[in-house]
């Protein structure tokens, strides 16, 4: 049986279907993983089967309409940017997801592809699921992640942040959508799958832990909340991130765990100024610091770093975080993740999209500290820093890291995709 997973985004929004993948694969599937062309190289060298979709998200995020995405701060300046950039961009994205899909027997969507994926798996006719990182389903527990991260006072309130979210954002997509539908010979859509998954019977596996979001009570029978996904120590092998460096291993045997500072795919337009104030609280807070560069092309701020910062391209967040003080991170769903489950403080400098809601969660937790990257410099960071080390935040990550490592989402999460794949392909009509 083959199973072709989709996602549009950074790595972080891969790699959770590239461990799920590598899962599959053992357990005797045939697995492919869409994904931008720029995530080629780490889709691959994870030894899973590549499929391309057009264009890279990172040439989107460190474009000027990706850097308004990163300074938006509110949903209806988040839709409108991504409207920008989906009218040229959405064609060819499809037509290479059709070919992505060609074989497929099941078909899981992520990341920004749900409505693609989902007509793909009606084009063919085949089991679907939804894989998602952050809330997307509707509910009256709490609201929609990418409109509001405070609960607000009525379930029916909750729900219409959903409703809303959706209102914005389908008529990106839908003339597109919608003219590669008749394309397919399949009738137009005329509001989100989403707003139907449940009567259409589209079974959804939500990869975040129980811990961080309770599982909510009027999720529809079909959603499984597994819990957070972890990369197998095999696949951290083949990415070339099971081993330290011998550098990283003598700063760390050096002096104190140090803190941790990486915005993985996040472009940070004042990069220089940022090291400037890192450097200085190094100092003044007698910490050392490991800045991860990720995306961010570091060379022209390591010559003045000194002993007290040590820079890395990439590592593997599960070895490095039980090792630190506190994580400083961007806020995607499996750096917070990592941290949590290294029972290790987090202070998340959120960007865009579903980072503000992890910021939050984890500030709500006593488990961190959030602070918007709009808001950020040095007074912020170090007042963050500050309460992130704690004893009371050091107690509650401690706790939260404890009850973590006592789950296996990848397993549930696995087991949950073979039972909905045994299943006859779901009815998908037309949302009207």
């Known amino acids: 049986m083959r199973v072709v997973f989709f996602s549009y985004g950074t790595r972080g929004d891969a790699q959770p279907q590239v461990a799920l993948a590598s899962g599959l694969k053992e357990r005797g599937f045939e697995v492919r993983v869409a994904a931008p062309e720029n995530l080629r190289g780490f889709v691959e060298r994870a030894g899973v089967e590549y499929a391309p979709l057009h264009g890279s998200s ?8 990706g850097k308004r995405w990163l300074r938006s701060g509110n949903v209806r300046a988040f839709v409108k940017s991504v409207a920008t950039i989906a009218k040229d961009l959405d064609p060819p994205v499809f037509a290479s997801g059709l070919e992505a899909a060609r074989g497929a027997d099941a078909i899981v969507g992520g990341t920004l592809l749900e409505e693609l994926s989902v007509t793909l798996a009606e084009h063919l006719r085949v089991p679907f699921t939804f894989a998602h990182t952050i809330p997307f389903e509707a509910t009256g527990a709490y ?7 405070a609960k607000l006072p009525f379930a029916f309130l909750n729900r219409a942040t959903y409703a809303l979210f959706r209102t914005l954002s389908f008529p990106v997509h839908r003339d597109t959508l919608n003219a590669f539908r008749r394309q397919l010979g399949l009738a137009p859509q005329t509001a989100p799958v989403l707003t139907r998954a449940r009567e259409l019977g ?4 939500q990869l975040w832990s129980q811990h961080l979001v309770p599982h909510a009570p009027d999720a529809a029978p079909e959603t499984v909340t597994a819990g957070s996904i972890r990369v197998p120590p095999a696949v951290r092998a083949k990415l070339g991130e099971a081993e330290p460096s011998r550098e990283l291993l003598a700063f760390l045997q050096a002096g104190p765990p140090p803190v941790y500072l990486g915005f993985g795919s996040m472009p940070m337009p004042t990069l220089d100024a940022f090291s400037r104030d890192v450097l200085s609280l190094a100092g003044e807070l007698d910490v050392r610091f490991v800045i991860c560069g990720g995306w961010n092309d ?6 003045p770093a000194g002993p007290r910062v040590h820079f890395v391209k990439s590592v593997d967040h599960g070895w490095l975080f039980p090792r630190c003080d506190v994580v400083i ?10 941290a949590a489950e290294a029972g290790v403080p987090s202070v998340i400098c959120s960007f865009f999209a579903d980072q503000p809601f992890w910021g939050h969660r984890i500030a709500s937790l006593g488990a961190g500290a959030h602070v918007p990257f709009v808001k950020l410099n040095r007074q912020t960071l170090e007042a963050a820093l500050r309460r992130a080390r704690s004893e009371d935040i050091r107690r509650n990550a401690a706790a939260l890291g404890e009850k973590l490592r006592a789950e296996d989402g990848n397993a549930r999460a696995l087991d949950a995709f073979e039972r909905i794949f045994r299943r006859e392909p779901a009815r998908l009509p037309a949302a009207a």
């Open 143 to 149: 609201p929609c992640p990418l409109v509001t991260q």
């Open 58 to 65: 990172q040439t989107i995020l460190e474009s000027e309409e």
């Open 329 to 338: 991170h961007h806020g995607g769903a499996g750096t917070t993740f990592a």
């Open 202 to 205: 589209l079974p959804a596996v």
């Open 298 to 303: 570091t060379e022209a701020v390591r010559h």
